[in-house]
Structures are given as C-alpha cells and as structure tokens.
C-alpha cells in the first residue's frame, strides 16, 4: 500500500477547514471546530510516522481524532469505531455488527484491477501501482444507505474520472460496470444462494465522470480495512450506499445498463439510479428521515443526500419517480 506523507495529506485537510470554516459564517461554530483545525494536522502526522507501513488499524497508542473532522454543512464525522463497526458487506455477514470481525482476514494484497471494455487503452493495475499513478485526497461525505441510517465520513481517495480519461473511453461506452471480488473461500456470504455473485454495480458515464466520484482506499487518514471495502471501493456520496461497491476487482466500460445485484434481487425495491430522494419512499419504508449514527432522534433526508447542487443537473427532464 502506499503510505500517505504527512506533507501529502496535511495541506489539503487544512485546506477542507478552512473553506468549511468559511462557509459556516455566521454559524455559530465555537472553539470546538476552530480547535479541530489546528489539531488535525498534528494527529495525522503522527499517524504516519508511527503506522508501520500498510493497512495499520487504529491502536490505542494510535488512535485517529474521532469527530474534529466536519462536513460541509457543518456536522462531525462519526467515529473511526462506528465507521468500522457498523458495515453493509454481504459478502462477509447480513449482520452489520459482525462484518468487522468476520473480515478481519480477508487478504487485500497482491490485488489487481482490470479496467476495460469500450476503452481505446484497457489496462490492468496492481493496487500499488494504481494508488501511485493517482495521489489520494480526503473527502468528507455523508454515506445514506437505503435502510435509512447515515454517517459522515473522511475518505481517501481519488476522483474515478481521473482513472476513466487513463484508459480513453470509445463512443461506444455508455455505462460504467463495477465488479467486487468472487471468492467464496473468503467470503462466505458468497454461498448465499439468494443473491447473484459476484456484487455488481454500475453508473451511467456522465454519473461516473463527475468530480464527486471517489474511488476510495482509506478513511481517517488510514488505508481501508476490510470492512470498509479494502483495498478499493467506489464511494458515491449522492445515491444510496448500496451503489458504493466494496472490494472492486473490475471495471468495465459497457454499452448497455448494468444490471446490479439489488437490481437482480428486487427490481422494484432497488432501481439502477438509486438517488437519494426523500419524496420517493422505499416500498417498505418512508425516506423523508434517516437516523445518524450517533445520534438520538431522526434528521430530514436531503434532496440528492446534500449534493443537489452538484448533481441535479445530470438528471434534468428524468421523472425521479420511475427512475428511481
Ligand atoms: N461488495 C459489496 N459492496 C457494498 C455492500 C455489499 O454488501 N457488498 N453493501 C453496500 C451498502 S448497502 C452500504 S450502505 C455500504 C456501506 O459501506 P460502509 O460499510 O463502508 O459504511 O457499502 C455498500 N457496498
Ligand atoms: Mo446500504
């Protein structure tokens, strides 16, 4: 894995405080934040120097800075424990509190990628290699799954376009197809015969090309553990959790719509597009309210989860309603 330089990451932290600092304004922000932003450099400092090498987990002589990070409305990231603790990962457990440690040996390395299809220059990238060739960024997203929870996350990673302008897209590519590892071996829930492995997801290419497509490989300052998805995952921050696919192993440029495994599973619970959108409820549950980890009580669900601006022009003259 490649370890992230303190002189890497610092900068662009700061950097994410500062602007978010701004736009708060007048909010009543407090010390706390203003803390938060001369403390976070220093704490991601000694997290490098201190993880020896790849995929150091929090220690307790190591631990990262639950909270001092912000989003862009100005709520905390949950804590590094409820992050990796709390997992959707049906390839290891339906139980979201089990994941953690039914995954806890699932071998990341050596890992490839394959990137093709309609691709004028298809390649296949070991993980290293790939994570060099594109330096990784913190982002500070709000993750909303379909069942209605949420949690605000600090990720690493890079934006999926970089990757996709690589390998040249041909006119033809329409879609783009993510694939997660198969490896029942490893991965019991693989054995389920309700579902079809391996996981698949896909976005449209304009969807993919935009800047708030991260493919992701670490948060809090730290390479992913598996639960999270190590060594790779896509995090799309204005859809439902379920398009975020874990533990990618392929990429495919494709002409035709995808058919995802929530797709296959339950086409009228679990559409392709699955935005965010508190006006269409599941057909089981509301949408309009989410529970935030960490949190008593239920917040209003946003519109494209918080990122309308950013994305509601993609889907301009689409009714959200059948395109769920
Ligand atoms: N391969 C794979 N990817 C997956 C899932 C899964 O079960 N398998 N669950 C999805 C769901 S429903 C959610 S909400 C997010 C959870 O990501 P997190 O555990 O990192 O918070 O991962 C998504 N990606
Ligand atoms: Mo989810």
Redesign the pocket.
């Known amino acids: 894995m490649v370890k992230i330089q303190s002189s890497e990451i610092t900068p662009e932290h700061v950097y994410i405080n500062r602007r978010q600092f701004m736009r708060l304004g007048a909010l009543a922000v407090g010390a706390a934040a203003l803390a938060a932003c001369a403390r976070k450099p220093i704490q991601f400092e000694e997290q490098s120097s201190n993880s020896a090498g790849a995929s150091a987990g929090a220690t307790a002589a190591n631990p990262p800075v639950d909270g001092a990070a912000r989003d862009e409305l100005g709520d905390p990231a949950n804590s590094y424990e409820d992050?990796t603790h709390?997992?959707?990962?049906?390839?290891f457990s339906t139980d979201k509190e089990a994941?953690a440690r039914l995954s806890e040996n699932f071998v990341t390395q050596p890992w490839t990628v394959e990137v093709g299809g309609l691709v004028n220059k298809p390649q296949t990238f070991g993980i290293d290699d790939l994570l060099k060739q594109f330096p990784r960024e913190e982002r500070i997203y709000r993750?909303r799954?379909?069942?209605a929870w949420s949690?605000v996350?600090p990720w690493l990673g890079f934006p999926l376009n970089q990757l996709l302008k690589a390998v040249e897209p041909t006119s033809d590519a329409k879609y783009v197809r993510f694939e997660?590892i198969y490896d029942p071996e490893q991965m019991a829930g693989q054995e389920s015969p309700w579902y079809n492995w391996?996981?698949i997801?896909g976005l449209r290419l304009d969807e993919a090309m935009h800047d708030l497509v991260l493919l992701t490989s670490g948060l809090y300052g730290k390479d992913l553990l598996p639960?999270?998805?190590a060594p790779l995952?896509v995090v799309i921050p204005w859809k439902?959790?379920?398009?975020?696919?874990?533990?990618i192993v392929k990429i495919e440029l494709v002409a035709e719509m995808p058919t995802s495994l929530w797709m296959a599973a339950a086409s009228n619970e679990y559409g392709f597009y699955a935005n965010v959108n508190p006006d269409v409820n599941h057909p089981r549950w509301s949408q309009a309210s989410e529970r935030r980890i960490g949190e008593l009580g239920r917040r209003k669900t946003l519109p494209f989860n918080g990122y309308a601006e950013e994305v509601a022009p993609l889907y301009a003259g689409m009714d959200l309603r059948v395109n769920y």
């Open positions: 992050i709390y997992n959707n990962y049906y390839e994941v993750l799954c379909v069942e949690m996350i997660t391996p996981y997801e639960q999270n998805g995952r439902y959790g379920f398009k975020s696919i874990k533990s």
